[in-house]
């Protein structure tokens, strides 16, 4: 009997593979992806490139110069216009805005009188630019007033970081939870979107086997349930053929295409960008590489083994859990338009688990939220995979939770197998129902 | 052993709903077994329970003697009611997949099918998707494929809805020639006039119930009722009737004849015999037509039904 089970795989992913719209979307999504990111990146670049200018009429004597030009900013001085000349032009100048600092005995008094007007009310970004100008200049003027040397004030004015490490002594980078997460992350949508896409092929898959009224000619041939479990691993094998696809062609239309821009950017580069600027670039990319060092190294201390054991692990699991619901599900109704009522229950875990993983487990990824959500099995294959890049043991997620998690989701998986499967048998051979969960809970009981 | 099915007390019950109630059948090998009911009387539930996809509560079923196994599924060709193949799936690898899902290794697959392609003149059919198909044709992929793997037992479940009058006939010659090599047939239906040519046993089911099985003509042979058809000619006809209706109870009958005589459906009580009836109307007349009136299926099939709802 079992091997049939190779029969129906084979179908079935043969089934979704030379299905037209599948190879469409195969070939088609690489270059819609690899395509918006170009867009993407060309808007920004755009956007970027759109220097706004700030007209600066000051009267007094604490902004002579303070105002510096920046990437996304440039200034040009109105000293000296009446204020409301000032304004006429600068409006006819199309400028940005115009910053008027008026005069004033002291900082205080003038501070207080700045107005910033402008057509429209202004990016956050911008507003915050020039506040960061005026508060230092406040701090600055307050500094030398108590008559405190300047020496003494470029020393106040560096940055100060925590060092941190864990009790061990060994020396922990920050924000490196976070960039593991985003790693854990990515494995957790990756899951999320498998479940959602394939699950919904499995679905329809078992649809159609109803609509066609095939369903009864293959069950007098094979168990029920070897045709769900058929179904679905031949979905997923088909699925799994869409991503390898996917990930080939995007790397290489993405090596592509920054090949390509590369390219563009070094064109530009000696013209536009200042010998100043580019030896400050430099210097700074030297920092970057300085900082960057331990971060990558940390990144390599990540067992990638032992992580990708655990993603295959909790995307089979949670995969075939999913999956059999939706079976079920498609089990249930007679066309896909019934499907809604309960499709609901099976998104809500999934979004709940993306959504608390990125608000709860970047932030804090052993928090008490996150440790109930990666041991609840609906929600565990994403978010315990957002956790585990942190290592297991100390400092990571604890043995015992990993543990837990693994073996709650074994026993839900056997338990939603079985149930889908009871509802899948009784389902597929009714027709023109709509059941609703009564109806459904009722077939459980059915011998 | 000379049953090639024996269905032992099956009860089997969907919730609160009892689709079988303590059903036995006895399917002789070689025959062509019509198991009858209205809609909703159980016929699929019993044909599901043979075909392994759901299990009795209770009761027995022996195929060949033994109870019912995984390894029988492949002895077994069913063609259900509710029936249809994958549209977008070609012919031939369809065919191909739905038989090795009955055991048979691809090699022989494709000799059969050529010889059933052969034999119903659809050879260039092959590469053909089903939705590319006439309705016509799918039915016949549909029943070579429920025959293909040449099973023991055939249960077809209301072979004929939806086929048209050419396949239906078609079809009809095919299941007996199936029968005539050996093939044990179940044919499920509501629909009386094939039964009549085709089955040589009957069983009746109603309302989860079985009222009524056996051997086609033993069931007519209880079911007659010493009715008969005359037709006499005579020169007075109204006085004859008249005398006639006297003796038996007459109802007036009708058939095609090419005088103008009387026509009449005479009911002979039991310790009559139809000489002695015939006897006396040689006496009256011309005799032009003398006939046992034999219950059809459909007689039998609607006293039954109506007999039971009324308990």
Same mark, same amino acid.
């Given at each position: 009997m079992m091997n049939k089970l190779p029969l129906i795989i084979k179908r079935e992913y043969l089934a979704k593979v030379r299905n037209r719209s599948f190879i469409v979307m195969t070939i088609l999504s690489?270059?819609?992806?690899?395509?918006?990111?170009?867009? %993407?990146?060309?808007?920004?670049?755009?956007?970027?490139?759109?220097?706004?200018? =700030?007209?600066?009429?000051?009267? #007094?004597?604490?902004?002579?110069?303070?105002?510096?030009?920046?990437?996304?900013l440039s200034y040009v001085s109105f000293e000296g216009m009446p204020l409301e000349i000032a304004k006429d032009s600068a409006r006819h100048e199309a400028y940005y805005g115009l910053l008027y600092i008026p005069d004033g005995a002291d900082i205080e008094q003038v501070t207080g009188n700045v107005e910033f007007f402008c057509r429209e009310s202004p990016g956050i970004g911008i507003l915050s630019a020039m506040e960061g100008v005026i508060s230092n200049k406040i701090r600055e003027v307050k500094l030398r007033d108590f008559g405190v040397p300047d020496q003494v004030m470029r020393e106040l004015g560096s940055g100060y970081r925590i060092n941190v490490e864990n009790f061990s002594g060994e020396k922990k980078l920050r924000g490196i939870n976070e960039i593991k997460a985003i790693i854990g992350g990515a494995f957790g949508y990756l899951i999320m979107m498998f479940i959602i896409i394939y699950g919904a092929f499995v679905m329809r898959s078992v649809i159609e086997e109803k609509t066609s009224r095939i369903i009864e000619v293959i069950i007098s041939s094979v168990k029920p349930f070897q045709l769900m479990l058929g179904k679905i691993i #031949?979905?997923?094998?088909? +699925?799994?053929?869409?991503?390898? =696809? &996917?990930?080939?062609?995007? +790397?290489?239309?993405?090596? =592509?295409?920054?090949?390509?821009? +590369?390219?563009?950017?070094?064109?530009?580069?000696?013209?536009? %960008?200042?010998?100043?600027?580019?030896?400050?670039?430099?210097?700074?990319?030297?920092?970057?590489?300085?900082?960057?060092q331990p971060y990558i190294a940390e990144l390599l201390k990540i067992? &990638?083994? &032992?992580?990708?054991?655990?993603?295959?692990?909790?995307?089979?699991?949670?995969?075939?859990?999913?999956?059999?619901i939706y079976a079920a599900i498609g089990a249930a109704v007679d066309n896909e338009t019934d499907t809604q009522q309960f499709m609901f229950p099976v998104i809500t875990p999934l979004m709940l688990a993306i959504y608390v993983g990125f608000f709860s487990v970047f932030n804090n990824p052993h928090g008490p939220i996150a440790v109930a959500f990666s041991l609840f099995p609906l929600t565990s294959p994403i978010v315990m995979l957002m956790r585990l890049p942190g290592g297991i043991g100390e400092g990571g997620v604890p043995v015992w939770q990993f543990i837990t998690s693994v073996v709650l989701l074994v026993a839900t998986f056997l338990f939603i197998v079985w149930i889908a499967a009871r509802i899948y048998r009784v389902g597929i051979l009714m027709y023109g129902k709509k059941p609703g969960y009564k109806e459904i809970y009722r077939w459980l009981r059915y011998s | 052993m000379s049953n090639l099915l024996e269905v032992n007390d099956v009860s089997k019950k969907y919730g609160s709903y009892t689709a079988l109630d303590n059903v036995s059948l006895q399917i002789p090998k070689g025959s062509i077994f019509g198991l009858l009911g209205p809609n909703g009387a159980g016929k699929t539930s019993l044909i599901r329970i043979i075909n392994q996809i759901t299990y009795p509560d209770r009761g027995t079923v022996l195929f060949d003697g033994k109870p019912l196994n995984p390894e029988h599924i492949a002895r077994i060709g069913y063609l259900p009611e509710e029936r249809?193949?994958?549209?977008?799936?070609?012919?031939?690898?369809?065919?191909?997949?739905?038989?090795?899902?009955?055991?048979?290794s691809s090699g022989e697959a494709r000799e059969r099918l050529r010889y059933w392609f052969d034999r119903l003149e659809i050879g260039d059919w092959w590469n053909k998707k089903i939705q590319e198909l006439s309705k016509g044709m799918a039915q016949k992929i549909q029943f070579v494929v429920t025959v293909l793997h040449r099973p023991s037992l055939l249960i077809f479940?209301? /072979? *004929?809805?939806? *086929?048209? /009058?050419i396949n239906a006939n078609l079809i009809k010659d095919e299941i007996l020639h199936l029968r005539d090599q050996g093939a044990t047939v179940i044919f499920s239906t509501h629909r009386m006039e094939s039964v009549e040519e085709l089955c040589d046993d009957i069983a009746l089911i109603n309302k989860s119930k079985k009222l009524l099985?056996?051997?086609?003509? @033993? $069931?007519?042979?209880?079911?007659?009722?010493?009715?008969?058809?005359?037709?006499? @000619?005579? /020169?007075?006809?109204?006085? $004859?009737?008249?005398?006639?209706?006297?003796? *038996?109870?007459?109802?007036?009958?009708? *058939?095609?004849?090419?005088?103008?005589?009387?026509k009449l459906r005479i009911h002979l009580p039991d310790d009559h015999a139809p000489n002695d009836l015939l006897a006396y109307l040689v006496n009256l007349g011309v005799v032009t037509h003398f006939v046992e009136v034999i219950p059809s299926v459909n007689d039998i099939f609607i006293r039954t039904v109506k007999d039971s709802d009324d308990e």
């Open positions: 690489p270059l819609l992806f690899v395509g918006m990111a170009a867009l %993407v990146f060309f808007l920004t670049k755009a956007n970027n490139d759109d220097v706004k200018v =700030i007209a600066v009429l000051n009267e #007094g004597q604490f902004f002579e110069d303070s105002f510096r030009n920046t990437a996304a #031949g979905t997923s094998l088909a +699925g799994i053929t869409q991503f390898l =696809i &996917w990930t080939v062609s995007a +790397g290489v239309l993405g090596m =592509i295409l920054a090949g390509v821009l +590369g390219i563009s950017t070094d064109e530009l580069g000696p013209h536009t %960008v200042s010998p100043e600027a580019a030896e400050a670039v430099n210097g700074m990319s030297d920092g970057i590489r300085e900082n960057l067992s &990638w083994g &032992w992580l990708l054991f655990s993603f295959i692990v909790y995307f089979v699991l949670g995969y075939l859990i999913y999956s059999s | 249809g193949l994958y549209k977008s799936m070609k012919v031939g690898e369809q065919a191909l997949y739905l038989a090795r899902l009955k055991g048979l479940d209301e /072979p *004929f809805s939806g *086929f048209d /009058p099985e056996g051997r086609l003509v @033993d $069931i007519k042979k209880q079911y007659r009722s010493n009715t008969f058809e005359v037709g006499l @000619d005579v /020169p007075d006809r109204t006085a $004859i009737r008249a005398e006639i209706a006297q003796k *038996f109870r007459v109802a007036d009958a009708s *058939f095609k004849s090419l005088s103008d005589e009387v």
